[in-house]
């Protein structure tokens, strides 16, 4: 029996409209994820051993750039030196998983992660490869940094599951902090498949964006613009609707989404529930320094503080602030000693910690990522260069079972040796993990069938 039902078109939900437009004091427009309506869902499927329908919440934390599988959670301590590298593996709570020696502060909770060594694919480039990675699907064009973001991508996980999954009350369903993630040397900019793709901007995610670890952050659509008192948005918002209604005889459908999209956008402005679940000051200083002051770990603190609220995914993007970008063609362990991982380390086991103390890791669904690894040998700038045939992702919660690895890579960690995993396969398993019907398919605005599924999920991680 299946949560979700198998085909579902574009109008099959309550409102067309989830994603609004708006500029606090004024008709102009910024972009906003609207709160109303949701799946028709069946009722609840019966759990099984394989952990289908378990998780209710989805963090993905996107490793942006491919960290270096090697140098983290697939060591290579026997191998020659140029490639095993300067770093050692230590013991973890897992009996018989080590792991880098960085990740301090994760190695006691390893019980609680299942590792994918044998991820792998054979694109190169950071753009094209993010997009599979996201959607679980390749992207129009592959094996490429040319190409940006466009209509006839695919969905993001999280655009598909605000599409079909309850969505929270008052909330986005689909978050995205800080960035959508971009590389500033690929001609085509940002990385395609971080949006709604081809189900239209509707889907596209709320943008928490900035820097985080500002004491004053906030975001940028939640607050009043130049200092605007409410009630003179207010009175402009009732302006916009007399027009509208003046106009509705020309453009009925149009003018009734544009009043329905300044209606929750004015509605988030003035929800202080909203206002709460984004300000970051409500953590005491000890968890805020616990996940770390820097723009990953109060990213991935907002994430827990999102999903406590029952938005079903939170994306965790890692930044690029011109020093700790994971794509480390030079001097790589430096970096990551010095930066990269003790970040990383930091927010991971905060959250972990967290999830597990409130109960929530259960039905929650964590996963820990980036678009490939790094070559295993060191290059002349004691870097490593992209190699996607082979590396590694983390999986917990939402009934996956802890201080596990799956597939083994060969001896220096260039290909798998056994049980290999495609990004579509990775993307495939959360879905399973969410109770999405796996012989779903969705219409695009030519309605035009897509299947959910670009792979198979992992069945024998779950507990």
């Known amino acids: 029996m299946s949560v979700f039902p198998h085909h579902l078109p574009p109008g099959s939900?309550?409102?067309?409209?989830?994603?609004v437009f708006l500029q606090a004091g004024g008709l102009g427009l910024l972009g906003v994820h609207g709160l109303a309506g949701q799946a028709q869902a069946t009722p609840a499927a019966q759990l099984n051993d394989s952990g289908f329908g378990r998780a209710k919440r989805l963090i993905f934390i996107f490793m942006w750039g491919g960290p270096s599988h090697v140098d983290t959670f697939d060591m290579k301590p026997h191998a020659p030196a140029e490639i095993r590298g300067t770093f050692e593996p230590i013991a973890t709570s897992a009996p018989g998983i080590q792991i880098c020696e960085h990740f301090q502060r994760l190695a006691p909770l390893m019980d609680r992660v299942?590792?994918?060594?044998s991820l792998n694919h054979n694109d190169p480039a950071h753009l094209s490869s993010a997009h599979t990675l996201l959607t679980g699907h390749l992207p129009p064009?592959?094996?490429?940094?040319?190409?940006?973001?466009?209509?006839?991508d695919t969905p993001h996980i999280g655009s598909v599951i605000s599409r079909v999954m309850p969505n929270p009350p008052g909330l986005p369903p689909f978050v995205t902090a800080p960035w959508i993630v971009s590389h500033p040397a690929a001609p085509g900019g940002k990385a395609p498949g971080q949006n709604g793709g081809w189900l239209g901007r509707t889907y596209d995610p709320f943008l928490a964006e900035g820097n985080l670890a500002d004491p004053h952050w906030s975001i940028p659509s939640l607050a009043l613009a130049d200092g605007i008192p409410l009630n003179r948005l207010q009175h402009r918002e009732a302006l916009l609707h007399e027009i509208n209604r003046q106009q509705l005889a020309l453009d009925a459908p149009a003018i009734m989404r544009q009043e329905g999209e300044h209606a929750r956008a004015a509605g988030l402005l003035a929800s202080s529930s909203?206002?709460?679940a984004f300000d970051l000051s409500e953590e005491s200083d000890a968890t805020r320094d616990r996940y770390g002051r820097n723009i990953h770990g109060q990213g991935v603190l907002l994430a827990r503080r999102l999903i406590e609220r029952d938005v079903p995914v939170v994306s965790v993007n890692w930044h690029n602030d011109g020093q700790n970008f994971w794509d480390t063609h030079g001097d790589n362990f430096n970096r990551l000693k010095d930066t990269l991982i003790p970040?990383?380390?930091?927010?991971?086991?905060?959250?972990?910690t967290d999830l597990t103390e409130r109960g929530l890791l259960d039905d929650t669904i964590v996963a820990w990522v980036g678009e490939f690894g790094r070559k295993p040998i060191i290059n002349a700038a004691a870097g490593r260069e992209h190699h996607p045939f082979c590396y590694s992702g983390l999986l917990m919660g939402g009934g996956i079972r802890g201080g596990q690895t799956y597939g083994v890579s060969d001896s220096r960690g260039?290909?798998?040796?056994?049980?290999?995993?495609?990004?579509?396969?990775?993307?495939?398993?959360?879905m399973h993990a969410l109770g999405i019907n796996p012989e779903m398919?969705?219409?695009?605005?030519?309605?035009?069938p897509h299947a959910v599924y670009g792979g198979q999920p992992i069945t024998s991680l779950f507990t």
């Not at 970040?343 to 972990?352: F, G, P, Q």
């Open 114 to 117: 299942a590792i994918v060594r």
């Open 13 to 19: 939900i309550a409102s067309s409209s989830r994603r």
């Open 343 to 352: 970040s990383a380390d930091m927010a991971l086991s905060s959250l972990l």
């Open 441 to 448: 398919t969705l219409l695009d605005a030519s309605a035009r």
């Open 414 to 430: 260039y290909y798998p040796d056994a049980s290999p995993v495609s990004p579509h396969d990775y993307n495939s398993t959360l």
């Open 274 to 276: 909203v206002r709460s």
């Open 141 to 152: 064009v592959n094996k490429t940094d040319a190409i940006p973001p466009g209509p006839r």
